[in-house]
Nanobody, 113 residues
Framework: QVQLVESGGGLVQPGGSLRLSCAASGRLFVVNILGWYRQAPGKGREMVATIHSGGGTNYAESVKGRFAISRDNDKNTVNLQMNNLKPEDTAVYYC???????WGQGTQVTVSS
């Protein structure tokens, strides 16, 4: 059983930065994918960024050049550095582990002046 715990959300002004972190615990496969997804009010959950245990990354077009995902395989953590935040980035951000499709509890990110 894998558990995920996110941290780092909050309120930030447009153009600001935030860093999200997610710690995974339990029995993880050596080969896995950790990712960040988000869900804005009234919208479906969408992929933001994913990173394979081998290092390969994937980003949503809307965040390319602004967000950066990274991971520490020894500590089983994944981070999302978010720069130049926009109001449309406001959402609950969820950490995800694959295989198993495990979700964290979510952390709120609000971008507003």
């Amino acid at each position: 059983q894998v558990q995920l715990v996110e941290s780092g959300g909050g309120l930030v002004q447009p153009g600001g930065s935030l860093r999200l972190s997610c710690a995974a615990s339990g029995r993880l496969f050596v080969v896995n994918i950790l990712g960040w997804y988000r869900q804005a009010p009234g919208k479906g959950r969408e992929m933001v960024a994913t990173i394979h245990s081998g290092g390969g990354t994937n980003y949503a077009e809307s965040v390319k050049g602004r967000f950066a995902i990274s991971r520490d395989n020894d500590k089983n953590t994944v981070n999302l550095q978010m720069n130049n935040l926009k109001p449309e980035d406001t959402a609950v951000y969820y950490c995800n582990y694959f295989p198993g499709n495990v979700w964290g509890q979510g952390t709120q990110v609000t971008v507003s002046s």
